[in-house]
């Protein structure tokens, strides 16, 4: 049985669910995948668990795909970061297959390790492709959490209204009383 997933903000996309293994909770850093049962918890939470295997080659590729993926999120059209991205989806490619329902598509790697991380990479590509300008950061400056934008205007600012949308309300609150 896989542990509870402990982190504030799950269910985005799997390119920037991965990106959420980082968190700050109570002003501390957090990070999921710091070991083999963090990356089983991540890997559960995007239904990967049947199809990778929670161990150190899978989690060190994991770990390389995040840190290339929060690169170009950071740093969006930055040729090294860029570049970082490219090498982790030179570890997989789609295979078009053709199955009794019709077309398809299966992911191939060469090494399986890859396929995580490759799988995240890949995700990125497609938000990108659809809507690269709902791709967020949260706004509030004590976190660090990405989420995708699919409010009907696409204006929503925090990870959670509830979380850090809140706090930024007391905050403004607070400074507006403390002006008074």
Known sequence: MTAVDPR?????????????????????RRDLLTGVDGLAVWLAANGLERRFAA????????LAA????????????DPAATARVDAVLGHGRIRATLTAEGPGEEPEF?????GPGWTAARDYLDLL???PDRIRACAHEACIL?????SRNGTRRWCSMAACGNRAKAARHHARSKEA
């Open 110 to 114: 060469a090494d399986p390790a890859w």
């Open 129 to 131: 492709r659809t809507a």
């Open 146 to 150: 990405h989420f995708f934008d699919t």
């Open 66 to 77: 995040r840190d290339a993926l929060a690169a170009l999120v950071d740093r969006p059209g």
């Open 8 to 28: 504030p903000l799950t269910g985005e996309p799997v390119s920037l669910d991965l990106l959420n293994t980082r968190w700050i909770e109570e002003g501390v």
């Open 55 to 62: 161990d150190a080659a899978t989690l060190r590729h994991t």
